[in-house]
C-alpha cells in the first residue's frame, strides 16, 4: 500500500507533455518532441492506470515492474535523467503486456537517442500475438533510426494491416519511400489511407498534409494532387469538427494550397469562439492580405499589437498597411513607434518620410531626413525625398539643388535609381522655377528611357502649350497620352488648350467642356481655360460665368483682372 500511494504521488513526476491516443486532443496539447519525431497516435495515457490497477497485483513481473517504475520517478524527481530511464525501461521488459507502458518508455528511448535499448523492448513487444498497430508502428520508427528501412517499412505495413485508421504508419511509410527515391510507390501509399472508409478529421488532415509535402516532391508531376488534397480536405472539413486545433490545421491547409477565401472562413470561425489562440489574428490577417481585404487585415493586426506591445515590424507592417489605405495619420503613428523599438531598422525612416510627403507635411518629412542624415550614410533617397519636401514648400532652387546632389551620388553608386521618374520631378522643379530650357532637357531624358510616360507627355505638352511653342509636337504627345487614358480631365484639359492656342476656338471648347465634365473635383484652371475659350468665342456672358466659377473654387488675381 505505501508502494502505490508513493507512486501515485510521484507520477505527475514524468517529463514530458501529456501523451493521448485521440488525435484531435493530441493536435492542441502536445509538443512534438525532438530529434525524433514520435506521431500523437503512438504516445501512451495508461501508465498511471497501470500503476492503480491491481487486479493482477500477486504477478511477481507486475510488482517488479512497479517497483521499477517507482525508482524511476524518484530517480527523475531528483533530475538523473538517465539511471530514472533505465529504471522505466525494465519497468517495461518485466511487462511488455501493457502497451501503454511500452510505447511511453519506448517514446522517451527514442528521444535519448537510446535506439538500441528501444529496439529491444520493442521487438519484445512485438513477439506477442496480441501485439498493436501502435507497437509496430513505433517500431518502424525505431528501426529507421537505425538505418534499417526496409524492416521500418515491414513494420509500418504489419501496422496498417492490423489498423488502417491509424494515419501514422502511412505518413513513415510514404517518407520511406521518398528516401529511397521511390516518391511513386510513396503516393500509392497516400492513395491507399484516402481510400480508407469513415476516417477521422485528424486523419484525413494529417493526410492531406502528407499529400502537400509529397506534391511539393514530385515538381510539375504533383500538379495533378492538388484536385486530391483538396479533395481530402473537404471530407475533413464537411466532419464538421468544433475542435479548434483541427480547425485551425484545415485552414492552415487550405492557405497551403492557395485557397484563401476557404482559410479565411475557417480562421474566423475559430476566433468566433477562441479569440485568445495565439498566432490566429495574425494568420486570419495574412489571409486577408491574400484576398485584398486589406483594412480587414488591419484590423486584426492592431489587435495583435495590442497584446505584442514590443513587436516594431509588427507596427512596420501595420504602417504599410495603413498607408496602402490612404491612413496617413495611423501610419505614422506606427511608423513612429517602430523607430522607437528599433531605431536601427533604416527602411521605416524612409517610409515615415514617405507619408508625411503624402500627407503634405513637408516640414514634419524634413525632421525625419535629418534624423536619417545623422544616423546613417548619405544616400540617394535621402537627396531625392529632400527635393520632394521642398518642392511641397516651394523652394524650387533649393529643390533643384537637392535633385542634382541627388543624381551625383547615384551616378557614383546608384545608378538604377535615375528612372524615368527621377527626371520627370527634375523637369518639373526646374519648370515650376521657370527654367524652360532645363525642364524641356530633363522631360525628355524621361521620355527617352519609358515614352509611354502620359504625366511626362501632359507635362511637356502643357508647357510648350503656355509658351506657345512647339505646338505640333505637342499636339501630338497629349494625343498619345489621351489615347491612353481618354477619360483624364486635366489631359483633356492640355489637348484644349493646345487647341486653343492653335486658334482651333471650337475644338478647343469641345474638348474642354468634356474635361470639366469628366473631372470630379472642381478644378479653378479648367474652368478659367474654358472662360478663356468662351472669350475668344465672343460669349461674354458664358466667358463671366465660367471665371466666376474658377474664382468661387480658388482665388486668383489674374481671372478677376479678366473679369
Known amino acids: 500500500m505505501i508502494m502505490t500511494a508513493a507512486l501515485l504521488g510521484m507520477a505527475s513526476c514524468l517529463a514530458g507533455p501529456p501523451v493521448y491516443r485521440n488525435p484531435d486532443r493530441a493536435a492542441a496539447d502536445a509538443r512534438p518532441p525532438e530529434p525524433v519525431e514520435i506521431p500523437f497516435e503512438l ?13 493482477d497485483a500477486v504477478s511477481e513481473s507486475r510488482i517488479k515492474a512497479l517497483a521499477h517504475f517507482g525508482t524511476g520517478i524518484v530517480l527523475e524527481a531528483r533530475e538523473m535523467a538517465g539511471p530514472a530511464l533505465e529504471e522505466y525501461r525494465q519497468a517495461a521488459l518485466e511487462d511488455p503486456a501493457h502497451e501503454d507502458l511500452v510505447l511511453e518508455v519506448a517514446r522517451r528511448l527514442l528521444l535519448a537517442r537510446q535506439l538500441d535499448q528501444a529496439l529491444e523492448l520493442l521487438a519484445a513487444a512485438t513477439s506477442r500475438e496480441d501485439a498493436t498497430a501502435a507497437e509496430w508502428a513505433m517500431l518502424a ?37 521518398v528516401q529511397a527515391g521511390d516518391a511513386r510507390e510513396a503516393l500509392k501509399v497516400l492513395e491507399t489511407a484516402r481510400k480508407v472508409p469513415d476516417a477521422d478529421v485528424g486523419f484525413l488532415t494529417s493526410l492531406a498534409e502528407s499529400l502537400a509535402g509529397l506534391r511539393g516532391v514530385l515538381g510539375k508531376d504533383g500538379d495533378p494532387l492538388r484536385a486530391t488534397i483538396l479533395e481530402v480536405l473537404e471530407r475533413a472539413r464537411k466532419l464538421n469538427t468544433r475542435l479548434p486545433s483541427m480547425q485551425m490545421k484545415l485552414a492552415d491547409l487550405y492557405r497551403t494550397m492557395g485557397e484563401f477565401q476557404t482559410a479565411t472562413r475557417l480562421y474566423a470561425e475559430v476566433l468566433a469562439r477562441h479569440p485568445e489562440l495565439p498566432g490566429l489574428r495574425a494568420k486570419l490577417a495574412e489571409t486577408y492580405l491574400r484576398t485584398g481585404e486589406n483594412r480587414l487585415a488591419l484590423e486584426q493586426l492592431e489587435k495583435v499589437a495590442r497584446q505584442d506591445v514590443t513587436n516594431p515590424q509588427l507596427y512596420y507592417l501595420i504602417g504599410n498597411l495603413a498607408s496602402d489605405l490612404g491612413d496617413y495619420k495611423k501610419a505614422i503613428e506606427h511608423y513612429q513607434k517602430c523607430i522607437l523599438l528599433n531605431a536601427e531598422f533604416q527602411p521605416v525612416y524612409y517610409d515615415l518620410t514617405r507619408v508625411n510627403l503624402a500627407a503634405e507635411k513637408p516640414e514634419d518629412a524634413l525632421e525625419v531626413l535629418g534624423r536619417i542624415r545623422a544616423k546613417f550614410p548619405r544616400s540617394f533617397l535621402v537627396e531625392f525625398m529632400t527635393g520632394l519636401a521642398q518642392v511641397q514648400l516651394k523652394k524650387f532652387p533649393d529643390a533643384i539643388q537637392s535633385f542634382n546632389s541627388a543624381e551625383i551620388i547615384a551616378s557614383i553608386s546608384e545608378t538604377n535609381r535615375l528612372t524615368h521618374a527621377f527626371y520627370f520631378q527634375l523637369g518639373a522643379a526646374y519648370e515650376r522655377n521657370k527654367n524652360m530650357e532645363q525642364a524641356e532637357k530633363n522631360f525628355r531624358r524621361c521620355l527617352a528611357m519609358d515614352p509611354e510616360d502620359v504625366e511626362a507627355l501632359n507635362y511637356l505638352a502643357y508647357m510648350w502649350a503656355e509658351q506657345s511653342a512647339n505646338l505640333e509636337e505637342a499636339q501630338r504627345f497629349i494625343e498619345k497620352a489621351v489615347a491612353k487614358e481618354p477619360k483624364n480631365g486635366a489631359f483633356l484639359d ?30 479653378a484652371t479648367l474652368w478659367d481655360h474654358l472662360g478663356d475659350i468662351y472669350q475668344a468665342l465672343k460669349q461674354a ?8 466659377k474658377s474664382l468661387s473654387i480658388e482665388p486668383s488675381d489674374a481671372v478677376k483682372k479678366k473679369l
Do not use: C
Not at 504516445?43 to 487486479?55: H, L, M, P
Not at 513494420?155 to 519511400?177: G, K
Not at 488648350?497 to 482651333?504: A, H, Q, T, V
Not at 456672358?541 to 466666376?548: G, L, S, V, Y
Open 43 to 55: 504516445r501512451a495515457t495508461g501508465v498511471q492506470e497501470w500503476i492503480t490497477n491491481r487486479q
Open 141 to 177: 520508427l525505431a528501426r529507421a533510426e537505425l538505418g534499417q528501412p526496409e524492416k521500418a517499412m515491414e513494420a509500418d505495413r504489419t501496422a496498417i494491416q492490423l489498423n488502417p485508421r491509424i494515419i501514422e504508419p502511412y505518413q513513415h511509410l510514404s517518407r520511406l519511400q
Open 494 to 523: 492640355t489637348q484644349a488648350w493646345i487647341l486653343f492656342r492653335s486658334n482651333k476656338l471650337e475644338e478647343a471648347l469641345r474638348v474642354q467642356l468634356k474635361a470639366v465634365e469628366l473631372t470630379t473635383k472642381p478644378d
Open 541 to 548: 456672358d458664358k466667358a463671366r460665368e465660367a471665371w466666376q
